[in-house]
């Protein structure tokens, strides 16, 4: 079997994807995400001019071969450009793969470690009532594991609060927008926030945060410790994981769990924090970490040391990766938990697929392979817009991490 064309296919259906689709001789396919939201071109221009040229003629069957020719044999190695064109060819590889074996690709990872996937959803709003209202939406449709995230008294717009009706989209304009974040405003408000959920919904229900980045070790140690009462399945990214000693600092004064890695692009990202125990969730994914191959090499890596999966898995992230995440989490020993925010409407439509939620839970598709595709006709119609994420700054001015 050769690989004879591999296309990109850049469409907006609600939001910006880039999927790769490889076409074999023999005429089974398979796709791949490679979405880097608000930098898509530059990886399509990546696949585009330096890596499909080179597969032309290979065989589709060897994965490992193809991941080590695109990592090692590239001299300009890693960063989420070059992780997230490789993770696109090494997905739509497994697909391939599984659609010649007849199998659902979590069979060719080891079978099954679970009954289903358990996931988290999304519940924000601008005020507590509105966020507890959220909350209760999700309790209703079924899920165990609500993020909560809301607006800080004190501050025009705060990470993960949609604007109006609309579900959150950050990658909001052409040009960055800029918000004002203040770490004394947003620690004295979070804690309360929780507090009130824990009393409306009780002890059972698990309740994430995300910081996103945006707080020093010692104001992140301060959050831990006064969210403890509130007993959080994962605080996470609490400050930018450049410094794992950071995370030492934070695991000295806080019980509070720690999810991170949702930007790590490969294992060496989350080598120390991992192999010090630093952390308790790793939250790499399909489409940034390098695939299917690569992701599952960090998850066993993390289950040497105690340390459970929670991928990343929001709207960016399309559906073609959010189908192999569900082959993977179903697969490894040490599964935590799957983000799931859901996609566009038009995006279901034109990525075919056959994962199915059901409750709390997401079930892989049975189908050969990863049970998603991309319409390429539909996605024609949807072109390309567009898009980047903002920027945050100090009330002083100050540029700080979004
Ligand atoms: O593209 C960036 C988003 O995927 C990110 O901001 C979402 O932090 C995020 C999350 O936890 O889903
Ligand atoms: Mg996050």
């Known amino acids: 079997m050769r690989i004879v064309d591999i296309r990109v296919i850049v469409t907006s259906p609600g939001r910006n994807y880039v999927t790769v689709k490889v076409v074999t001789d023999g005429g089974i396919t398979g796709v791949g995400d490679a979405t880097l939201n608000g930098r898509e071109l530059a990886v399509a221009a990546y696949l585009t001019e330096h890596v499909i040229p080179a597969l032309i003629g290979r065989d589709p069957a060897r994965i490992e071969d193809t991941w080590q020719y695109l990592y090692r044999g590239a001299y300009w190695r890693r960063g989420p450009v070059t992780m997230c064109a490789i993770a696109a060819i090494d997905t739509a590889l497994w697909d391939i793969k599984g659609k010649v074996a007849g199998l659902p690709v979590y069979q060719l990872l080891g079978g099954r470690c679970r009954d289903g996937v358990t996931v988290y959803g999304h519940a924000n709003a601008e005020t507590v009532d509105g966020v507890v209202a959220e909350v209760a939406r999700h309790v209703e449709l079924g899920y165990?594991?609500?993020?909560?995230?809301?607006?800080?008294?004190?501050?025009?717009?705060?990470?993960?609060?949609?604007?109006g009706d609309r579900p959150y989209e950050p990658a909001d304009a052409a040009v960055p927008t800029e918000s004002v974040f203040s770490a004394r405003r947003y620690l004295d408000h979070v804690p309360s926030v929780f507090?009130?959920?824990?009393?409306?919904?009780?002890?059972?229900?698990?309740?994430?945060?995300?910081?996103?980045?945006r707080?020093?070790?010692?104001?992140?140690?301060?959050?831990?410790?006064?969210?403890?009462p509130y007993d959080l399945t994962w605080m996470e990214d609490p400050v930018p994981a450049e410094l794992p000693a950071g995370y030492r600092l934070i695991r000295q004064h806080t019980t509070t769990p720690i999810a991170v890695?949702?930007?790590?692009?490969?294992?060496?990202?989350?080598?120390?924090?991992?192999?010090?125990?630093?952390?308790?969730?790793?939250?790499?994914?399909?489409?940034?970490?390098?695939?299917?191959?690569?992701?599952?090499?960090?998850?066993?890596?993390?289950?040497?040391?105690?340390?459970?999966?929670?991928?990343h898995g929001a709207s960016d992230l399309s559906p073609?990766?959010?189908?192999?995440?569900?082959?993977?989490?179903?697969?490894?020993?040490?599964?935590?938990?799957?983000?799931?925010?859901?996609?566009?409407?038009?995006?279901?439509?034109?990525?075919?697929?056959?994962y199915r939620l059901d409750g709390g839970y997401l079930h892989p598709s049975e189908e050969p392979g990863l049970g998603v595709d991309i319409d390429e006709e539909l996605a024609a119609r949807y072109p390309y817009r567009p898009a980047s994420l903002p920027v945050s700054r100090l009330e002083d001015g100050t540029l700080h991490n979004w």
């Open 144 to 163: 165990r594991a609500v993020r909560v995230q809301t607006g800080v008294p004190g501050l025009a717009k705060t990470y993960g609060v949609s604007s």
């Open 195 to 213: 507090r009130r959920i824990r009393a409306e919904f009780g002890p059972d229900l698990m309740l994430l945060h995300d910081v996103h980045h």
């Open 215 to 228: 707080l020093t070790p010692i104001e992140a140690a301060r959050l831990g410790k006064s969210l403890e």
């Open 261 to 311: 890695g949702e930007v790590f692009n490969s294992i060496w990202d989350a080598q120390q924090l991992i192999t010090e125990q630093l952390i308790d969730y790793i939250r790499a994914t399909v489409v940034h970490a390098g695939g299917i191959t690569h992701l599952r090499r960090i998850f066993d890596l993390a289950n040497l040391y105690d340390v459970r999966s929670g991928s």
């Open 320 to 354: 073609v990766c959010l189908a192999a995440a569900l082959h993977i989490d179903l697969s490894i020993p040490n599964f935590g938990l799957q983000e799931h925010m859901g996609h566009p409407e038009p995006a279901e439509a034109v990525f075919p697929h056959t």
